[in-house]
């Protein structure tokens, strides 16, 4: 951007505004608050973009999720006094007066100072923590690391009442059968297999909607089924495109052989009939375009 710029407010074709723009972007893009500033979002942003990856993950359970916001809101803690790797060069490069093939220059940071990175990360950690768990919601988060192996004790097998109060408040939570998902998780612990008596609490807690990532591939994929060309497509036509691409099988797994055949047992013909009706393969030319039709 600084190469272009720099030759943008030299072009002899450009009139006297442009280049006087472009003078001024460069001067704004090489001024030393304004490398800290794109530095400091940079390390800020490559965190939020991590932890939205992270929770858009399909498999994610409630405590894996609250684990990672807490470890976010820690780490923009730490950040307040511990710059990130982004920052730091660009401070080397502040006091260098250069940023790679670029020469810096100081403003007057009285009248536009760069960002403080205590504020900054103080403000950006208090937004998360605004969209935390509250307490009722984050004890039931809590009480669902019991799914989680490494948080069983080592000697499992020797206190199979450890989870029992977690388990309590989980169903009282979910509305489920308690003796029955205790007695579960017990077998559990001793067979390490996952009974019938337990699904029903693995289920609940699988389909606690973790963030909305879930509702957005949806928007996403209705806009691509239902286009201006294909707006004349019934509700229910809609309604099972969009399923079979929010939760179908790829095309290589797909199976058309049963779909098939219930279309011909159904009085349809084939698609190798000889009985259907031809294809009509007559194609209208444009003598015009003939000739370039050859290059192709």
């Not at 009139?15 to 090489?30: N, S």
């Not at 670029?102 to 536009?112: F, G």
């Not at 031809?278 to 209208?284: F, G």
């Amino acid at each position: 951007m600084v190469e272009h710029f720099q030759q943008a407010k030299q072009c002899p074709s450009r009139d006297q505004k442009d280049r006087c723009t472009y003078d001024g972007l460069l001067r704004k893009i090489t001024s030393t608050e304004f490398v800290l500033d794109l530095a400091l979002m940079c390390d800020a942003l490559q965190e939020m973009s991590e932890l939205s990856l992270d929770l858009q993950y399909r498999k994610l359970d409630l405590y894996v999720a609250n684990q990672k916001i807490k470890t976010a809101v820690q780490v923009f803690k730490e950040r307040q006094t511990r710059p990130g790797s982004y920052y730091e060069m660009a401070t080397k490069a502040t006091k260098n007066q250069q940023f790679g093939n670029a020469v810096l220059h100081k403003k007057d940071s009285k009248n536009d100072p760069p960002l403080d990175p205590a504020v900054f990360y103080t403000k950006l950690q208090q937004s998360i923590e605004t969209h935390m768990l509250d307490c009722e919601d984050a004890n039931l988060a809590q009480c669902a690391r019991v799914r989680d192996k490494t948080q069983w004790p080592d000697n499992v097998q020797e206190r199979l009442t450890f989870s029992e109060q977690e388990i309590r408040s989980l169903c009282r939570k979910l509305q489920l059968a308690e003796r029955d998902v205790i007695r579960g998780f017990r077998e559990y612990l001793v067979e390490k297999k996952c009974c019938d008596k337990l699904m029903p609490l693995q289920h609940a807690l699988s389909t606690i909607p973790i963030s909305s990532s879930e509702c957005e591939r949806g928007f996403s994929q209705m806009n691509l089924i239902a286009t201006p060309s294909r707006a004349s497509l019934l509700t229910k036509t809609t309604s099972s495109l969009l399923f079979v691409r929010e939760v179908g099988p790829p095309l290589k797994l797909f199976d058309p052989t049963k779909y098939v055949d219930s279309w011909i047992l159904r009085g349809r013909r084939s698609a190798i009939d000889r009985n259907s009706k031809e294809r009509n393969r007559h194609i209208a030319t444009e003598d015009s375009l003939v000739e370039i039709w050859h290059f192709l």
